[in-house]
């Protein structure tokens, strides 16, 4: 079955960084676009950042300039590496896998101090 398992999440001071793994079994990795999306309790999640399989991207317009999506087809494997956090960033983010229907993995706290 599909599994998303994220990692590296943490508390940071403000301008820190963080870079969070997601590892993603149960289906042919390379050909599907992958996805990192955040919630903050009471809120809805929204995407942060998107990769194709041929690389291309795309960012929420607040954290373009600072996040960077990527993935390692080898390792069945997408990053997320987040810097100059603030404490807007504060929040639970997921990996996601968007195939017959949405898979999510269990999300890793971000927290950002100010």
């Known amino acids: 079955q599909v599994q998303l398992v994220e990692s590296g999440g943490g508390l940071v001071q403000a301008g820190g960084s963080l870079r969070l793994s997601c590892a993603a079994s149960?289906?042919?990795?390379?050909?599907?676009?992958m996805a990192w999306y955040r919630q903050v309790p009471g809120e809805q999640r929204e995407l942060v950042a998107g990769i194709n399989p041929d690389h291309t991207t795309m960012y929420e317009d607040s954290v373009k300039g600072r996040f960077r999506i990527s993935r390692a087809n080898a390792k069945n494997t997408v990053y997320l590496q987040m810097n100059s956090l603030k404490p807007e960033d504060t929040a639970v983010y997921y990996c996601?896998?968007?195939?017959?229907?949405?898979?999510w993995g269990q999300g890793t706290q971000v927290t950002v101090s100010s």
């Open positions: 996601n896998f968007a195939g017959p229907i949405n898979y």
């Open positions: 149960g289906f042919i990795f390379s050909p599907k676009s």
